[in-house]
């Protein structure tokens, strides 16, 4: 009860369905602080035990008895060590090596396909025990329709209590030894001489090994994300000046067109040997960024061209970037480079590579739920994949529970279509997108999706696409997000479109570190999306970059009919901003030194008027108003 706030206390007193194991620190300190808070307290210790009371009488009168014994769940079991020809009805191999646990998730949904065909589902469901260890993923595991459970008989896959189970979609790299090619010294920065090390992936059979900019192979090494080389390797360093050809001047900011910049300094004449030299910056705006390969370095005119296509906005002097892929820059732990043509892969481990694995990302989705109905995957490890690592299509009522999903090349999890699926307890980070992806429901019949992500700690995503990767996403009709802690990346924390959702009782900090011009929460450009509440949120350290300003909730260009209710912003750049629409409400919020609280514009009858005649029409127009 200690860790009460005043925004869940007030959801006990409310008889509103709130856990406290549930509860962020959402409201102003501790229950231990004000007087009211105190109160409000011993009131909820005064109810509980004649709550408790009032259930447990429910239950004993309410349930009447059942004749016979039931029909006990199924339960098998999957482990590292186990064998597909064996039933899976145990967890260990026994004495005689004739029979044990399964070595396949495969394996275990044909059995529960085969029990479906010949008794179907025993009361009570099946549960998949999934045991100890790395399980190896070369493909994605896929469930579909004839793999869904029932209301009364579920089917959960879960890994072993209190142990580490890992769905792995990567592979342990060995055979390290030092780098003693002449060649590849005198590529490298005289500091890394002796410190980096290399392994032949192809010589172990690793022959994927991507593109850099997608599908791409990634490197981790003691459950962390390491760097692909670059320069600086930190931050970014600026463009110069411009020398193409095509100006453009967007209401007073001016650019142009062509990707050809001077750089500053004098370290790009390190990289003209580079076979594959790549930046990534943000261009023009800070909200917008992309990677180009190198076409050319120009040692004389101190320029670099990089390859078409060329970004959307163009560029501007004084904007930012890095270089990476770089073998010349392998100049610090942590930093990493494969050589495409030879299969050799250079690290250089912040501490001994004897004391942890090396693991390179191969597999692409880690799991797929396609018009899959009372499904839960729980208690389990899901890492080093190239794509996303559940993916729920289309069913009902399917959940992931409790579970890690981490070092990821796309998204944590991502459900499209369907109702009432949830994301719940889960830990993501090391993501190379967003966290949670929640989409579905009919906007044109408001009909409702209904999915929620609850109680889930996001941080650290967006590592490769770095704008409009928000931890969570929500889409469509009626998702909930609530009770999440959503910190520390370069954009925005919560992205939502269409009508009805609902964010409550998140505890939101640190985004938008790479960003500016950009919200925490944010939504933006249409006149049809109405009906969400944003409540009883708080937010606190949000700055955008270098504190050039961000914002807490941004309704973007004329985003119209929605509530921000009770929340809490805490250093917030600007707290609450209107950007032309109309039908939004901000009431009850509690406001500290954020500047403004509150911004409130008419940009519809200005510079963005434009948009009204072309994308706000053309959205209106899709929808049955009339």
């Known amino acids: 009860m200690n860790k009460l706030t005043v925004a869940t206390t007030m959801c006990k007193l409310q008889g509103k369905p709130c856990q406290p194991s549930r509860c962020r620190m959402v409201g102003i300190g501790r229950s231990s602080g ?14 509980v035990p004649v709550w408790v009371a ?23 079991y999957v482990a590292p060590e186990g064998d597909d020809r064996w039933t899976g009805t145990l967890p260990e191999p026994n004495a005689a090596g004739t029979d044990g646990p399964l070595a396949t998730l495969e394996a275990a949904r044909d059995r529960i396909r085969q029990r479906k065909r010949q008794k179907g589902l025993p009361r009570g469901g099946v549960r998949v025990e999934i045991r100890p260890g790395r399980h190896q993923r070369e493909a994605t595991w896929k469930l579909t329709a004839e793999d869904s ?15 580490e189970i890992r769905l792995s979609g990567g592979r342990v790299v060995r055979g390290f030894r030092p780098v003693k090619d002449p060649a590849v010294l005198k590529r490298l920065d005289p500091a890394a001489r002796g410190h980096v090390i290399q392994a032949d992936l192809r010589g172990q059979g690793i022959t994927d090994l991507g593109r850099v900019n997608s599908d791409r192979l990634e490197l981790f090494f003691r459950d962390k994300p390491m760097t692909l080389a670059r320069w600086p390797n930190e ?10 050809n095509k100006p453009i001047n967007v209401r007073g900011t001016k650019g142009d067109r062509v990707g050809k910049f001077v750089y500053e300094g004098d370290r790009p004449s390190r990289w003209v040997h580079e076979p594959e030299a790549w930046v990534h910056g943000y261009w023009f705006w800070d909200w917008s960024d992309q990677r180009h390969r190198v076409a050319s370095i120009d040692l004389e005119q101190r ?11 163009g560029y501007r002097k004084g904007q930012w970037y890095y270089a990476f892929n770089l073998l010349a820059e392998l100049d610090r732990p942590g930093e990493w480079y494969v050589h495409r043509e030879s299969g050799l892969l250079y690290f250089w481990p912040p501490v001994p590579v004897e004391k942890g694995d090396v693991v390179v990302s191969l597999a692409g989705d880690l799991v ?42 796309s998204w944590g999890v991502r459900v499209e279509g369907g109702t009432g699926h949830r994301v719940e307890g889960c830990h993501l980070y ?57 910190h520390h990346a370069p954009h925005q924390a919560i992205g939502f479109s269409g009508n009805d959702h609902l964010i409550e009782l998140n505890e939101i900090d640190h985004v938008c570190l790479e960003s500016n011009d950009a919200g925490a929460i944010y939504a933006g450009r249409d006149w049809t999306m109405r009906g969400t509440v944003i409540r009883h949120n708080f937010m606190h350290h949000v700055t955008g970059f270098r504190d050039r300003g961000c914002v807490g909730v941004y309704l973007d260009d004329m985003f119209c009919g929605t509530t ?24 009850n919020n509690i406001f500290v030194d954020c500047n403004p609280a509150l911004h409130i514009d008419s940009r519809a009858m200005g510079w963005a008027s434009y948009h009204v005649k072309t994308t706000m029409k053309q959205r209106l127009d899709a929808m049955p108003i009339r």
């Open 235 to 244: 931050g970014f360093t600026r463009i110069a000046d411009l020398v193409g």
């Open 430 to 486: 090391g993501l190379g997108d967003g966290g949670i992806a929640l989409s579905g429901g009919d906007r044109r019949r408001l009909e409702p999706a209904g999915h929620e992500a609850v109680d889930n700690d996001i941080h650290h995503y967006a590592r490769w696409n770095r704008m409009y990767r928000p931890g969570i996403a929500l889409h469509g009709v009626s998702q909930r997000a609530a009770h999440n802690r959503i």
């Open 149 to 163: 459970g029932t209301a009364a008989s579920p089917i959960v896959y879960q890994g072993t209590p209190g142990a």
């Open 54 to 76: 009032a259930v447990g009488l429910t239950f004993l009168l309410g349930v009447p008895a059942r004749a016979g014994v039931a029909e006990s769940p199924l339960v098998l």
């Open 564 to 587: 921000i209710y009770g929340n809490v912003f805490y250093r917030v750049t600007r707290a609450a901003f209107i950007g032309g629409g109309r039908d939004c409400r901000v009431e």
């Open 34 to 47: 004000s007087p009211s808070v105190q109160g409000a307290v011993r009131i909820v210790r005064a109810l």
């Open 303 to 313: 320029t670099i061209s990089v390859a078409p296509p060329y970004h959307h906005y």
């Open 368 to 409: 797929l739920l396609e018009d899959v109905s009372h499904v839960r995957l729980e208690g389990l490890i899901l890492e080093a994949g190239r794509g996303t690592g559940v993916i729920i299509r289309g069913g009902s009522h399917s959940s992931v529970v409790n579970c890690v999903v981490r070092n990821l090349g």
